[in-house]
């Protein structure tokens, strides 16, 4: 009959074999497993391919072709009168608050009573109904046609 000592050895030889080739298999399979996860994020992601929609570029215009029963001024004599006219609703519009703009008045208290400014406005008009906006409710085009157009005696 085989001593304790081999029992002993024995059973434990038999649970290390059982126990490393248990501790093999977990190894391998788990090892499979980090390899497949390392392979699908290398791999690139199918991200759908979409057609983009090229921004809408509005088409500008100029203020004259905007206006509506309405022609822009002039700085000759024949529209004087209507430059005082607008002149003072500017001024009366702007009475408490200097003009933001398109306008540009940097000292609005100091310059607004002193009689040559008119022709700045005049200038200012003259600059900004040269320019090109999308459409009537553009900042410009609505400062123009308030304070630098008359009405067109042509048109019904």
Known sequence: ???????????????????????????????????????????????????????????????????KGKKLLTKTDEDNEKWQEQWKAFKQAHERN??????????????????GTINTFKDQCEKHNKKLVVDDKDTIFVAVNTYCTKDDAGTV
């Open 1 to 67: 009959m085989p001593s304790s000592l081999v029992k002993i050895l024995g059973v434990s030889g038999g649970l290390a074999t059982v126990g490393g080739g248990a501790t093999a298999i977990y190894l391998t399979s788990n090892s499979a497993e980090k390899e497949q996860k390392q392979n699908s994020l290398l791999q690139s992601p199918q991200i759908p391919v979409t057609e983009s929609t090229p921004k809408k570029v509005e088409a500008k215009q100029e203020i004259s072709s905007l206006l």
């Open 98 to 115: 200097a003009p933001t703009a398109p306008w540009e008045f940097p000292t609005w208290t100091d310059v607004k009573e002193i009689e």
